[in-house]
């Protein structure tokens, strides 16, 4: 299962850690969820999620204020006793001594954060979604094309490289080139990344390894893109029908999401950077509500409808 560390959500979130003199790098969190405590810290433990990170507002912050030091030291103690990889105290609010004695004793290291306690949880929430989601890598290059991630896929060697090339000369922007990351963020989003040690890198066969980030700028590339256009490459086939039309979508899966696929023949003197633009702008419009396919098709049927009714007439 995945995981994140505890010390990489401290500094990704820029937290302020109040109790350091515990050893955290064991600590790991598994779910992307987080929990406000509040009935706990009420008494009520049924269906306490310890393993989340308890996240503390302004309202149980008030609230845990208003009791007396021995009523502290009962709720307290009662709370922190479950495993619980960390709280995080929102809004820079300090905790009382007697939580962060408990605290220690207990070894639950206690956090802050400056933001807002509504803030923090959205961001968080999102960024952990991202980093524990469902993960596979696949073979192929993945662009940013007018907004549109395309993941362009095919044989070894039939040209996908060399379409990423053309296509970031043309302004667009690389994720990934030769493995691309797939996570599965939620039932309707799949983001892809590249791996660290191939990040910004691509490979032309006969020229080697070229670096786009130095070679066309930052803007030529980015970290993310969810994945909503895929292209596969393939050698043309005479014997094969292709699709001219375009009025019934193909989809492709993975992790469970279908995402939808066209599938470009490959033949000399085809603009395969032409196409992939093409085909992000034509997926981008039938989204606005557009199928130039689909309005074809009711022009020939009008201009069908028509020509029997003139028949009819005469």
Not at 68 to 92: H, N, Q, T
Not at 120 to 129: H, Q, S
Not at 258 to 268: N, S
């Amino acid at each position: 299962m995945a995981s994140v560390s505890l010390k990489t959500i401290i500094e990704k979130m820029k937290l302020d850690n109040l109790t350091p003199e515990l050893d955290i790098k064991k600590i790991r969190i598994s779910q992307p969820d987080i929990n406000r405590p509040a009935l706990q810290l009420a008494g009520y433990f049924e269906h306490f999620e310890a393993t989340r990170l308890q996240v503390i507002g302004f309202v149980e912050y008030t609230y845990m204020e208003s009791f007396s030091d021995d009523e502290k030291e009962k709720m307290y103690k009662e709370f922190l006793s479950f495993d619980i990889p960390g709280v995080v105290f929102c809004r820079e609010l300090i905790p009382d001594p007697i939580f962060i004695k408990i605290a220690l004793q207990e070894k639950v290291p206690v956090l802050m954060t400056k933001k807002s306690t509504s803030a923090f949880m959205a961001e968080i929430i999102r960024w952990l979604n991202v980093k524990l989601a469902p993960c596979i890598s696949i073979h192929g290059v993945l662009v940013d094309v007018y907004g549109v991630g395309v993941l362009i896929t095919g044989e070894s060697g039939i040209g996908k490289s060399e379409t990423a090339i053309e296509l970031i000369k043309r302004g667009h922007r690389l994720v990934s080139d030769d493995v691309v990351e797939l996570r599965r963020v939620s039932e309707e989003t799949l983001i892809g990344s590249a791996p660290d040690i191939t990040k910004h890198f691509i490979e032309m066969r006969g020229v080697g390894i070229i670096d786009v980030k130095t070679l066309y700028g930052v803007s030529s590339v980015r970290e993310t893109q969810t994945i909503d256009l895929v292209i596969k490459l393939e050698d043309w086939d005479k014997d094969k029908e292709y699709d001219r039309l375009g009025l019934e979508e193909e989809y492709t899966e993975y992790l469970g999401n279908k995402i939808v696929c066209h599938r470009i023949p490959i033949r000399p003197g085809r603009n395969l950077a032409v196409i992939c633009e093409s085909a992000a702008v034509n997926h981008r419009q039938k989204a606005m509500g557009y199928n130039a396919a689909q309005e074809l098709y009711n022009r020939v049927q009008n201009s069908l409808a028509k020509r029997r009714s003139e028949e009819d007439d005469d």
